[in-house]
């Protein structure tokens, strides 16, 4: 039976003693991945779990978030059409590329929490966050390029690791949510415990922590051991080749983006559509469905908590159980997406008090979106891990769900925009 942590194979003929330190080393570059995992999103994440609370204070009111995810897909075209091309010439690394995106994502949160987002202006003819949204853009750079450069370099490493990563990666939003929760319940005379300027900094410490993982990780003598047990080859950001119509001239012979998106398409699928909704779809209705009770503002922060508290519960369930029908995900989440929707479109007056009224309906259907996609989208990570011979096959395949995941959260995006317009007529 292959060790929890993936090094059954480097300790294989090793007596008791040796066994017990390679167990250790493993757990340690575990460990490093989740902390690493943690700085995937954490600015994004910090941004929405702290609109629940900048919704009275910015001039776009209930309106703030969908101008957030605009910031936010902006910064997604960016990374889709120029960042690739600008990786690709520069020669970086994956651990290069992953260091440039925690450093964008530090910079993002240390300028929020220096009162970036008190910054306005007006903009389209009405007062605008500028700040807030500049700095969003920021962090979007950092955080949409994570999931084209973070899995990369965890497809070098043993499967394990790519489950450690997802956990980190869900734990990420489960840090901003508690936050979020002991900034509101520690309340006094009406103040929140501490201010947003206390709450990005402290995302900054995480991104600054995550950062700190990646150098554990790239220097630490363990890890190189690990990738070498990969059969890795030197492993670089992909690069286009002029003459082909499609795909990526580092991917191995025989694959293309069109032929790897169609070999794979259920789990690729499942990430498309889930991106739809958990970073466009879904961060832009949930204010909707929410401003309909008395106490919305509560009910947005709890439907913001439970999504990155059980996402990661959910992400870690891939390391002890192996449910590969993805299809079936797919239905449950986006079933309870509509339910979102539905929720969404219903007049006030229909809106009922108590546990099983109206408001909690929202939290629940999110706690169902959170555990069905949390769990499908690391799984298809390990489908097509599992499905890669070599590092090189499984480094190409990852990049390709990460392009499945930022088109998905792209397109969302278009979507909620057409949403909201539609809701607000109702």
């Not at 973070?150 to 790519?162: E, H, I």
């Not at 103040?191 to 922590?209: D, M, R």
């Not at 008395?294 to 059980?310: A, H, T």
């Amino acid at each position: 039976m292959a060790s929890p942590l993936g090094t059954s194979a480097l300790s294989v003929a090793a007596d008791p003693e040796s066994r017990s330190a390679l167990q250790r080393e493993g757990a340690a570059v575990y460990a490093a991945f989740v902390i690493f995992g943690l700085g995937s999103w954490s600015s994004i994440n910090a941004v929405f779990v702290e609109s629940s609370f900048l919704v009275s204070l910015q001039p776009e009111r209930w309106a703030l978030t969908t101008w957030i995810v605009l910031a936010l897909q902006a910064a997604n075209l960016v990374v889709l059409f120029a960042v690739r091309p600008l990786l690709r010439k520069m020669r970086l690394s994956w651990t290069a590329a992953s260091a440039a995106s925690l450093i964008l994502a530090i910079g993002s949160c240390f300028g929020l929490s220096l009162g970036g987002y008190r910054h306005v202006a007006v903009l389209f003819g009405a007062e605008r966050s500028l700040g807030l949204l500049a700095l969003t853009f920021l962090g979007g750079l950092a955080n949409c390029g994570s999931s084209l450069v973070f899995y990369p370099l965890a497809a070098t490493f043993p499967r394990r690791f790519t489950t450690a990563l997802a956990v980190g990666e869900g734990l990420s939003g489960s840090v901003a949510g508690v936050l979020g929760l002991v900034q509101n319940h520690f309340q006094k005379a009406g103040a929140l415990a501490f201010s947003p300027t206390t709450y990005f900094g402290i995302e900054a410490g995480v991104s600054i922590a995550a950062a700190s993982a990646l150098l554990f990780i790239d220097r630490h003598r363990f890890a190189e051991k690990l990738r070498e047990s990969q059969e890795q080859r030197s492993s670089f950001v992909p690069v286009v080749s002029e003459e082909a119509s499609s795909g990526v001239a580092g991917a191995p012979a025989g694959q293309s983006l069109m032929s790897t998106f169609w070999s794979f398409r259920t789990p690729l699928l499942a990430l498309f559509l889930g991106a739809a909704f958990s970073f466009g779809v879904l961060p832009s209705v949930n204010p909707i469905a929410c401003l309909h009770y008395s106490d919305g503002q509560l009910v947005l922060l709890w439907s913001n908590v439970v999504i990155y508290g059980f996402d990661p519960i959910s992400r870690l369930m891939t390391a002890f159980t192996n449910f590969r029908r993805l299809g079936g995900f797919i239905v449950v989440f986006l079933l309870a997406a509509s339910v979102v929707l539905a929720a969404a479109k219903a007049k006030p007056s229909e809106a009922t008090p108590g546990l099983f009224g109206w408001p909690w309906v929202v939290p629940m259907a999110n706690v169902v979106f959170a555990a069905s996609f949390g769990y499908a989208r690391t799984m298809a990570f390990l489908i097509l891990k599992d499905a890669s011979g070599d590092s090189a096959s499984a480094e190409y395949r990852y990049w390709a769900a990460g392009f499945a995941v930022q088109s998905g959260s792209f397109a969302g995006s278009v979507v909620s925009l057409l949403l909201v317009e539609v809701f607000k007529a109702l």
